[in-house]
């Protein structure tokens, strides 16, 4: 599925490094970051906005409850995280895994090579049990803004 060539550009080294980076500070995040008791909204610890989704539409994007998920991954509440999002503790496996052959990748001076038929397949398999997922918790879930997002819809509204 994945194949570690060698040796490549500077460039495609410096990203494999970077992708480790970025697996630090995800992880760095969901470390701090208190996972919201909703399932879902984790994300506005760091001053983000509710979910458009949630704030117009009273349900879930696919990608609500993704932080909250990685947040209960990374302290070992698998249970948690599976209710706030089903695919979160994979995703989360995925990246570190992935995360750590780049790593590897990088020390030894070879290139992780994802162009690969089976990849390309897993990928578009995968993204569409995601957006699958997401489309039946958007018809399913209403009634899914926590109190504080409704409160926060509703003082919109009024502003109008």
């Known amino acids: 599925m994945i194949r570690l060539e060698g040796p490549y550009s500077r460039r495609a080294l410096t990203n494999q490094l970077l992708w480790f980076g970025a697996w630090v500070a995800v992880t760095a995040v969901s470390l701090w970051a208190n996972p919201d008791p909703h399932g879902h909204g984790t994300h506005r610890q760091f001053g983000l906005m509710p979910c458009p989704s949630v704030m117009m539409f009273d349900r879930p994007c696919p990608g609500c409850g993704l932080t909250t998920a ?38 030894r001076r070879l290139y992780t090579n994802y162009d690969t038929k089976a990849y390309r397949a897993f990928t578009i398999a995968f993204l569409g049990l995601f957006l699958l997922y997401g489309a039946v ?11 504080t997002e409704r409160a926060i819809a509703h003082a919109k509204e009024a502003t109008r």
């Open 70 to 107: 990685f947040a209960h991954t990374v302290r070992g509440q698998f249970a948690e995280a599976w209710r706030a999002h089903w695919f979160g503790t994979f995703l989360y496996a995925l990246f570190t895994a992935t995360a750590w052959v780049g790593l590897y990748a990088f020390v």
């Open 137 to 147: 918790r958007f018809a399913t879930m209403d009634g899914f803004a926590s109190r």
